[in-house]
Nanobody
Framework: QVQLVESGGGLVQPGGSLTLSCAASGITVDYTSIAWFRQAPGKEREGVSAVLLSDGHIYYKDSMRNRVTLSLSRDTAKHTVSLQIDHLKPEDTAVYYC?????????????????WGQGTQVTVSS
């Protein structure tokens, strides 16, 4: 059974940085991608970044490409997918989710993923 646990959220001042972490266990060969999504109040859940597990190729939301960095590490027990966000803005305020699924070109569409974490709140405010 896949289990995804996010951590690292919190209150950050505008212009600051934050690193979120996703501990993904139970990832079998059926799961070929892990992604980060976010959902702001009143808005749809949107993809921020994803990694293809087979070759480590990383994809980013175009509008965030210059200030987001995803990294992947793995051991025998789990995959850890970290998301660093720099130059945070108030509009980055959202719940950030980790998701796992089968890779597709639509990596930023939430319907493509069938395993989700509980999310971690990020609030950017002075």
């Amino acid at each position: 059974q896949v289990q995804l646990v996010e951590s690292g959220g919190g209150l950050v001042q505008p212009g600051g940085s934050l690193t979120l972490s996703c501990a993904a266990s139970g990832i079998t060969v059926d799961y070929t991608s892990i992604a980060w999504f976010r959902q702001a109040p009143g808005k749809e859940r949107e993809g921020v970044s994803a990694v293809l597990l087979s070759d480590g190729h990383i994809y980013y939301k175009d509008s965030m490409r210059n200030r987001v960095t995803l990294s992947l590490s793995r051991d025998t027990a789990k995959h850890t997918v970290s998301l660093q966000i720099d130059h945070l803005k108030p509009e980055d305020t959202a719940v950030y989710y980790c998701a796992a699924g089968v890779w597709s070109r639509n990596w930023d569409i939430y319907d493509e993923y069938d395993a989700w974490g509980q999310g971690t709140q990020v609030t950017v405010s002075s």
